[in-house]
């Protein structure tokens, strides 16, 4: 008779690939949502190999199912009096760290798919970041881009007027993300205040300054990219300062991405919106496109009209195939795939850092992993504007508001403190300097006994 045992690496990556197919099964129209899936269950052997409470308790098939989606009708009226019909979406991922807590994303693209990536992403994130967050994420097929500011205000007022009910400054707490700034934060706290009488501020983050909001939370996503990339630099012994650097698109994430690592001494030479990027081999002005996005809301073309020496290239991802020594992906989803991958490494990239929510695909990462590229995946590198977000729901139930100089720090230490337990994280399941390995895992782990302790339900 022949005895065979199978091992605990054996076992766990059975249980991971048997919740990885049945996954499949019920999503299967889901590519964005299995893709960030798929990732994260591949870390996650190693870890279900020394955890085999994990296994018997089936954390992962709990925590990959939302505790609830809520998908509902937003009907607005445009300027000429017409009715228009969008759809709104509240994935509540998991409550186990704390509220639920994740952007709003207003942008045609979204559906449920790319609400539950998002979703399902930001629970490692928040948990990564040491506050208090669970993780949840929302949005809708609103195209922001050519409406009226009128239009706009009256599309957050009727999506409020049914997300209001859903969520509390102990329950979900909502905030931005890709078409969703300051201005349409103050609109859906408005209407949240008018249909609940109550001024619980903590209810949203991304608020104006002097309206609740915490100052350097508009720059907390771009500069906490860069202070983490700063971190795999250092421990590289090496530094931005004059490095060359490469940041795709224009808006929230990328301008203060560009901000830090011009302060840092690096050279940053080329930026994007969807329609294309702008080269300029002097090094970017920096005021020009604040000038360009964030008080004309104009196109990132026009910016030759103020550097003639600037070149505008259509279509968005030929900015790969720049040659520089930092990339920092700060745009919208799989905007790398294994072809840009190969150009920014044939090109001599020696680190990335993605401030964007899963900009590089599954080919990508491998090939910056396998060509020894630093690579700090967005989990981790992007945690920072979230983090801020927590502690903007601090100082809300506290009343009491901090300088910029005093949540800039705690902001960088939290992205150092992310940094050394993803690095830690990966060296302990024995994949040393693969971050993307650490990253998951360490956000996993902190949830996983949480659950743990929680009980089944
Ligand atoms: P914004 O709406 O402020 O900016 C998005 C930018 O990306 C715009 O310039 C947009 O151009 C551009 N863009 C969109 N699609 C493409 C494309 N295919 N190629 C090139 N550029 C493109 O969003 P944010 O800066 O807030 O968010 C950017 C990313 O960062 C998203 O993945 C978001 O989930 C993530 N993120 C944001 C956080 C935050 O605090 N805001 C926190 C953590 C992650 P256009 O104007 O033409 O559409």
Redesign the pocket.
């Given at each position: 008779m022949t005895i065979t045992t199978v091992s605990n690496e054996q076992l766990a990556k059975e249980y991971v690939d048997g919740v990885f197919e049945q996954l499949k099964q019920q999503n299967c129209h889901q590519a964005e949502f299995l893709q960030a899936a798929e990732e994260i269950f591949i870390s996650l052997v190693p870890v279900f190999a020394q955890h085999p409470e994990y296994i018997q308790a089936n954390i992962l098939s709990r925590i990959v199912e939302p505790d609830r989606i809520i998908s509902f009708r937003v009907a607005w009226q445009d300027d000429n009096n017409q009715v228009q019909v969008n759809r709104g979406y509240r994935v509540q991922y998991s409550n186990v760290m704390g509220p639920y807590k994740g952007?709003l994303?207003f942008h045609p693209s979204v559906n449920e798919s790319i609400i539950k990536f998002?979703g399902f992403e930001q629970i490692f994130k928040n948990a990564l970041t040491g506050q208090p967050i669970g993780g949840g994420k929302g949005g809708s097929n609103f195209d922001p881009?050519g409406k009226s500011d009128s239009e706009i205000m009256r599309f957050c007022q009727a999506f409020m007027t049914e997300l209001y009910r859903h969520i509390g400054p102990d329950v979900d707490v909502p905030?931005?993300?890709?078409?969703v700034?300051a201005r349409e934060v103050g609109y859906l706290w408005g209407q949240y205040k008018r249909l609940t009488k109550a001024n619980e501020s903590g209810v949203l983050t991304?608020k104006t300054p002097g309206y609740g909001g915490s100052l350097a939370r508009k720059e907390?996503?771009g500069y906490g990219t860069v202070y983490f990339v700063n971190e795999m630099l250092k421990d590289a012994n090496d530094s931005f300062e004059g490095k060359t650097v490469v940041v795709?698109?224009?808006?929230?994430?990328?301008t203060y991405a560009i901000e830090k690592a011009q302060q840092y001494g690096a050279k940053v030479v080329a930026c994007?919106?969807?329609?294309g990027y702008i080269y300029d081999p002097e090094g970017l002005d920096l005021a020009a496109i604040k000038e360009i996005?964030e008080v004309k809301g104009d196109?990132?073309s026009t910016y030759v009209n103020y550097r003639p020496n600037a070149t505008f290239t259509e279509g968005?991802t030929g900015i790969w195939t720049i040659p520089c020594d930092i990339a920092l992906p700060?745009?919208?989803?799989n905007?790398i795939n294994g072809e840009s991958a190969r150009t920014l490494i044939s090109n001599g990239v020696k680190a990335i850092g993605e401030?964007?929510?899963m900009?590089s695909d599954l080919e990508a990462i491998n090939e910056f992993l396998n060509a020894g590229v630093l690579f700090g995946p967005?989990k981790a590198a992007?945690a920072g504007?979230?983090a801020v977000s927590a502690l903007e729901m601090a100082q809300d139930s506290s009343r009491v508001f901090w300088s910029f100089e005093e949540v800039d720090a705690k902001l960088h230490q939290i992205m150092k403190n992310i940094y050394m337990d993803s690095k830690a994280a990966a060296e302990k399941y024995g994949f040393p300097g693969n971050l993307v390995m650490g990253a998951n895992i360490a956000g996993f782990i902190k949830v996983a006994d949480g659950m743990l302790m929680e009980g089944v339900y």
């Open positions: 952007g994303r998002l881009k905030a931005g993300d890709i078409g700034g991304g907390a996503t795709s698109g224009s808006g929230n994430v990328s994007s919106d969807s329609s996005k196109r990132i968005c700060c745009a919208t989803q905007e401030g964007a929510n900009p967005a992007n504007g979230v």
